[in-house]
């Protein structure tokens, strides 16, 4: 099982600031998602990356996945408190079928 | 609505009385599979299943059972529960493909006393 590692665990800001969340691994993926969970409710999809270098906008965030494929960040700009969550990263492996390996998750909390 | 649902969500029982979590999809979804969350751990999956009667170990399988009968349905068995089952456990479903988005349930929380 290839090991995926989010950075930082926990971060805890003021509204208006903007952050960056990391997704690292040693091994080389084929596609790379972002989830977000609630409280109460079940991850849900953000966005899917599945090519090096590539950059997807997501109205205040933003998704890179790394040239070789093995890590990927998302960058929240002016943070808000509806983006207080857990975000998950999780990635799969074309030879893997639809088996995603998550990373632990970082949660965010977004104060007024 | 296109949705998976999970039941129950909540559940407190005690050690060795086999439970069994339900979990249903309306989207017509080949593949399916179980997670369990734990505090630092992330999602670990448990089981999984490609298409009915296809069943495979995800990567902590050990104390659990599934079956695949019908497409829309997925359920999860603990045919002797102990305390380290105490989790969330999420339930979800996609179409075949390795970058397919996962459509999760809203969870079901066990407490194995």
């Known amino acids: 099982t290839q090991l995926l590692e989010q950075s930082p665990q926990f971060l805890s800001i003021q509204e208006g600031e903007n952050l960056t969340v990391y997704c690292n691994s040693s091994s080389v993926f084929s596609s790379l998602q972002w989830y977000r969970q609630e409280p109460g409710e079940g991850p849900v999809l953000l966005v899917t990356?599945?090519?090096?270098?590539e950059v997807k906008k997501l109205k205040r965030l933003t998704f890179q996945f790394g040239d070789a494929r093995k890590d990927s960040s998302l960058h929240i700009t002016a943070a808000q408190p509806g983006d207080t969550g857990l975000y998950l990263c999780?990635?799969?492996?074309?030879?893997?079928?639809?088996?995603?390996?998550f990373g632990g998750g970082t949660r965010l909390m977004v104060k007024p | 609505e296109a949705q998976v649902t999970q039941n129950p969500r909540y559940l407190i029982t005690v050690t060795g009385k086999k439970l069994t979590v339900t979990c249903s999809q309306n989207?017509?979804?080949?593949?399916m599979s179980w997670y369990r969350q734990d505090p630092g751990l992330g999602l670990r999956q448990i089981y999984y299943?490609?298409?009915?009667?296809?069943?495979d170990k995800g990567d902590v399988p050990e104390g659990y059972k599934v079956s695949r009968k019908e497409k829309r349905n997925f359920p999860l068995i603990l045919e002797s529960p102990s305390p380290n089952q105490t989790s969330l456990y999420f339930c979800?479903?996609?179409?075949?493909?390795?970058?397919?988005?996962?459509?999760f349930g809203d969870g079901t929380r066990l407490s194995i006393l």
């Open positions: 989207m017509n979804h080949e593949y």
């Open positions: 999780a990635a799969g492996v074309v030879d893997a079928g639809n088996m995603l390996t």
């Open positions: 979800a479903s996609s179409k075949k493909g390795y970058n397919q988005p996962q459509h």
């Open positions: 299943s490609m298409n009915v009667e296809v069943t």
């Open positions: 990356v599945v090519t090096g270098g």
